[in-house]
């Protein structure tokens, strides 16, 4: 066994208990006069809870790391940590994994979490039936074994470099077979909260979890609200009826919070590439001479300036600027017209051709949509915008890939293997991009895999599979009283299990 990872997880555990006791023994302490409640606001409301049975990241925003829990997690800074395994150890070949799972650790219905229920989520998860979202993250696995109540080893067919990524991410929670069916309206996890109610159009409530095996979270309960509307959005916060905002996007009233002391505003990193997504499998976006023509016609520096002040970094292939084996595309298809008006022609459309422009909720698409329909229009390319809701749009565009063209981003850190799936909504096939991931997958030096992802960016660059836009620039605006709460994004989560008032 190359290596067991707990004594880390112990000390902290340890460490963290006993700060919890010395607070609840010291009469008049600080903790105790603080406050317990919170709203967080969102702009979109999740269709459902089940983080295991949708794409759609507001689920991950209410429920990763608060409700439920994988058997490892992501912190803040993008590392992994104990999540319901305290310890996990890999073989020498890379083909198996064996995880120890916490021996207090309950489902929010009373029953334990152990390693029968750990089989059931993966192997539920691997299913000729999933109806998971990244039913690939389960592919290599070959058999899921529990050869104790604590102890889980999972039997790879082939080495895979992002196992333990991909096992940390709201599609790989730990669910119990009890309560998979009906995990949508009343989810059931072993996280340190657990569900309260849910207001349809409204909010989701979660309340401290007082059976929880780990250190007991600061704050009793709280409430998710969705906003959609960015002034509304503005005014909750000024009104003080929001408490943090952590993924603003009305970036246009930034400074209005950044001159009011009772409001602090964060800038970080985050994992959303946004991009115009193209159907690659629908004439004439089937030809990359009209797909280059695109990126062409996209002033993609006016873009980022008018929809997120300028700040967003713009990046010109499907990874995020700030991870290892980024390589700057950008200046591959600079903001030419008559290029691009030039590759239409070549392409057999010299009087362009119309297409449709369906746009989610998200306040960047809306506003990005509208602004790169003027700019194809003044290439020929007569495009008729359609905004949709984000049920619909999961329905159609993701699942059923009717389309033409859509502005979205995609917040799964490292998910640039997505242009490798066959039934992707993309319809892009590369038999070069193919073995590219299939070297990758095998890969476990990182300077080779960073290599190997530099080269994947460029395929997918030089394919204009999809219009490549910019970084989503992951903006908090909060209560200055506020601690805890997330700088940088590493995943589409808002994780409020270490969040606290200061008083």
Request: glycine share 8%; charged share 25%.
């Amino acid at each position: 066994m190359a290596g067991w990872n707990g004594g880390v997880r112990a000390a902290v555990l340890v460490a963290a208990w006993a700060a919890a006791a010395l607070t609840a023994a010291l009469p008049g302490a600080a903790a105790a006069e603080a406050r317990r409640d919170l709203v967080v606001g969102m702009q979109l409301e999740p269709p459902h809870l089940d983080p295991t049975a949708g794409a759609a990241g507001a689920i991950d925003e209410v429920v990763y790391a608060n409700l439920f829990e994988p058997l490892l997690r992501i912190d803040s800074d993008g590392g992994l940590v104990y999540a319901l395994a305290e310890e996990w150890g890999v073989s020498d070949d890379g083909l198996s994994y064996t995880f120890r799972l916490r021996p207090g650790a309950r489902f929010h219905d009373g029953t334990a979490a152990d390693s029968a229920d750990v089989k059931f989520s993966l192997d539920r998860a691997r299913a000729a039936d999933s109806v998971n979202a990244q039913k690939g993250y389960f592919a290599t696995i070959d058999r899921v074994e529990t050869p104790d109540p604590l102890t889980v080893v999972v039997h790879l067919t082939r080495p895979d470099g992002l196992f333990l990524f991909h096992m940390a991410q709201g599609d790989a929670v730990i669910v119990a077979p009890e309560s998979a069916a009906t995990n949508k309206q009343k989810p059931v996890g072993t996280g340190p909260f657990r569900f309260a109610r849910w207001v349809a159009g409204d909010r989701v409530e979660l309340e401290r979890n007082p059976d929880y095996d780990g250190p007991a979270p600061a704050l009793d309960r709280v409430t998710f609200r969705f906003i959609a509307d960015p002034a509304a959005q503005v005014a909750s916060l000024m009104a003080g009826d929001v408490d943090t905002f952590p993924q603003f996007n009305t970036f246009e009233a930034l400074d209005r919070f950044r001159n009011d002391q009772r409001f602090r505003v964060k800038t970080g990193s985050g994992e959303g590439e946004t991009l115009m997504a193209i159907n690659n499998a629908r004439p004439p976006f089937d030809d990359v001479r009209v797909r280059r023509a695109l990126a062409h016609a996209i002033d993609r520096a006016a873009v980022i300036e008018a929809v997120t002040a300028g700040i967003a970094p713009p990046i010109g292939s499907h990874f995020a600027p700030h991870r290892a084996g980024y390589v700057d595309l950008t200046g591959l298809y600079p903001y030419d017209p008559d290029r691009a008006r030039a590759l239409l022609a070549e392409a057999g459309h010299p009087g362009g051709f119309s297409a449709t422009l369906k746009l989610p909720p998200p306040i960047y698409a809306r506003r990005s949509g509208e602004l790169i329909a003027a700019m194809l229009a003044d290439v020929g390319v007569r495009v008729s915008v359609e905004n949709t809701e984000w049920a619909p749009w999961l329905e159609r565009v993701f699942r059923a890939g009717d389309y033409d063209l859509t502005v979205i981003a995609h917040t799964e850190p490292l998910d640039i293997d997505i242009y490798g799936r066959p039934d992707y909504y993309f319809g892009y096939r590369s038999a070069r991009f193919d073995a590219l991931m299939a070297e990758l997958e095998t890969t476990r030096d990182e300077g080779h895999r960073n290599a190997l992802y530099g080269d994947a960016q460029r395929v997918i660059a030089e394919d204009a599979v999809n219009a490549f836009l910019f970084q989503l620039p992951i903006v908090t605006v909060e209560k200055a009283g506020l601690e805890g709460t997330w700088q940088n994004r590493p995943l589409q989560a808002n994780d409020i299990t270490g969040v606290r008032w200061r008083n």
